[in-house]
């Protein structure tokens, strides 16, 4: 199952709702989780898996490591706010929720073949 979550201010569906549905999923055996910079949905997901409303593997790619800090990149660099929504803040809180970050995207899939 594959799900596009969107970042505008009004969102629908989080990436909290999406573990908790994959959690219950029988045939849900990993999770890849991608995320870019901006807001601090990445983050709530990391504490709630951290928290133990995950327990299956979990592999993440953070997109946007290379963006310039205070520069606005796109929609996501304009709600990036002080240490929190950065590429960084975002990897070091799902790695502290023992989650397997990649650097490069293709590290996801490598990833989860070992957690698998």
Known sequence: TCVGLGG???VGLDYIDMLEWFQEDS???AVALIG???GD???RAAQF???GGFTKPVAAYI???AA???KRMGHAGAIIQGA???AKSKMDALRDAGVSVGELPGEVAMALRDLL
């Open 8 to 10: 505008d201010p009004v």
């Open 27 to 29: 045939e849900t055996e």
């Open 36 to 38: 870019e910079i901006g």
């Open 41 to 43: 949905a990445e983050e």
């Open 49 to 51: 898996i951290k928290e």
């Open 63 to 65: 997109a946007g490591r």
């Open 68 to 70: 310039i800090p205070g």
């Open 84 to 86: 929190t929504g950065t």
